[in-house]
């Protein structure tokens, strides 16, 4: 059974990074074909797909989110992280970790970002 879970804080000022850690167990982030996903869902909208890290390493990432965000991975430690960057007020959502083969098969249970000063 593939469990994840979303890790990092809370709370996080304008303007600064966001980092979170996405921990799998039950299998490894490098196994084919799998896809590792960021995804987000700001309070009374609808998900929102941030992007992606590949099995092999490659990362994908939403054109309206690209050029503040970053997605990499630690093999080692069975973990992928997301960063985004001069976050704003609308930034703020409960973000969760989920693996991609067809479908979103495995997701973690969620975790909320809030971004106030």
């Known amino acids: 059974q593939v469990q994840l879970q979303e890790s990092g804080p809370g709370l996080v000022k304008p303007s600064q990074t966001l980092s979170l850690t996405c921990t799998v167990s039950g299998g490894s982030i490098t196994t084919n074909y799998y896809y590792w996903s960021w995804i987000r869902q700001p309070p009374g909208k609808g998900l929102e797909w941030m992007g992606a890290i590949a099995y092999s390493g490659s990362t994908y990432y939403s054109p309206s989110l690209k050029s503040r965000t970053s997605i990499s991975r630690d093999t080692s430690k069975n973990q992928f992280t997301l960063q985004l960057s001069s976050v704003t007020p609308e930034d703020t959502a409960v973000y969760y970790c989920?693996?991609?083969?067809?479908?979103?098969?495995?997701w973690g249970q969620g975790t909320q970002v809030t971004v106030s000063s």
């Open positions: 989920a693996r991609e083969s067809r479908e979103y098969d495995y």
